[in-house]
C-alpha cells in the first residue's frame, strides 16, 4: 500500500489528454485488446468498476515495461471494496430518486398536470444531477486508490479523494466533458471510431489519476534526506 499525504493536486488537463494520446498511439494493439476484455469483464455483475481499476493497473506496469498480459484485466483481488463502495453509491442513488416516485404517481394521477408540481419536478431534477455530478467527481481518484495505492477501506479511499479534488472540481468537470466528447464523437462514428475514442478516454483519466497519486504519495527516501540535512 502506498503512503499517501493527502493534498489537493495540481489538475493538468492539458497533459492526461495528450499523455494519454500518445500512450494509446504508441501501444494501441496491446491497449485495445486490454480495454476490450475490460468491456467483456464489465459484463459480470458488481464487476465493473473493478474492471477499470485493473485497466488502469495495466496500463501502469505496461508504461513502466513491466511482464503484462491482457488477462490481467480479469483479477478479483480488489472485488470487495469496490462492491462495497458500488453498495453504498447505489444505496445512495435510490435514496435520492425517492422523490421521484412520489412525484410521479402524483403527476400521472391528475389530468391536467399541475404546474407547480411540473416546476418542482423540473427543480428536483436539476437538484438531482447535480449531487450526482458532485459526489461522482469526489469520487474521482477513488478507484486508483483502491487499484493503483492498495488502499482498501472504502471509507478512506473517499476521505483522500475529497481531498485530492477539493479546488479542482471544476477543472476535473472540464476534463470528463472533453474525453467524453471525444468518446461520444467514437459512438457517432460506429464501431471504427469506439475502437479510436474509448481506450483514449481511460488512457486520458488513468494519466490524471496516476499523475495525482503521484502528487500525494508520501516520499519516505526523500523525508529522511531532508531530516538528515537539518
Known amino acids: ?22 500512450f494509446l498511439k504508441g501501444n494501441f494493439g496491446d491497449i485495445l485488446v486490454a480495454f476490450l476484455l475490460c468491456i467483456i469483464m464489465s459484463v459480470i455483475p458488481f464487476c465493473g468498476l473493478l474492471a477499470i481499476g485493473n485497466f488502469y493497473r495495466y496500463c501502469r506496469d505496461l508504461r513502466a515495461g513491466k511482464q503484462v498480459s491482457a488477462g490481467d484485466i480479469f483479477n478479483f483481488d480488489n472485488f ?17 430518486y425517492i422523490p421521484m416516485f412520489i412525484f410521479i404517481p402524483i403527476m400521472a394521477g391528475n389530468g391536467e398536470p399541475s404546474p407547480v408540481m411540473g416546476i418542482l419536478y423540473v427543480l428536483y431534477m436539476i437538484f438531482l444531477y447535480i ?8 469520487a474521482f481518484y477513488m478507484v486508483a486508490l483502491i487499484s493503483l495505492g492498495g488502499i482498501t477501506d472504502v471509507k ?20 470528463a466533458l472533453v474525453i467524453g ?3 461520444y464523437l467514437g459512438v457517432l462514428a460506429c464501431v471504427i ?20 497519486l503521484k502528487q500525494v504519495t508520501y516520499d519516505e527516501i526523500q523525508e529522511i534526506g531532508i531530516k538528515d540535512d537539518f
Open 181 to 183: 466528447i471525444l468518446g
Open 131 to 138: 449531487v450526482v455530478i458532485i459526489v461522482a467527481l469526489k
Open 1 to 22: 500500500m502506498m503512503k499517501i499525504n493527502p493534498k489537493p493536486v495540481n489538475f493538468k488537463m492539458g497533459d492526461y489528454i495528450s499523455n494519454g494520446y500518445e
Open 156 to 175: 478512506t479511499a473517499w476521505n483522500i479523494s475529497v481531498i485530492m479534488g477539493k479546488g479542482n472540481l471544476l477543472s476535473m468537470f472540464l476534463f
Open 193 to 212: 471510431g469506439l475502437i479510436f475514442t474509448m481506450p483514449f478516454v481511460y488512457t486520458a483519466q488513468y494519466f490524471a489519476l496516476e499523475d495525482g
Open 80 to 96: 470487495l471494496p469496490y462492491f462495497i463502495m458500488q453498495l453504498i453509491f447505489l444505496a445512495g442513488f435510490v435514496i435520492l
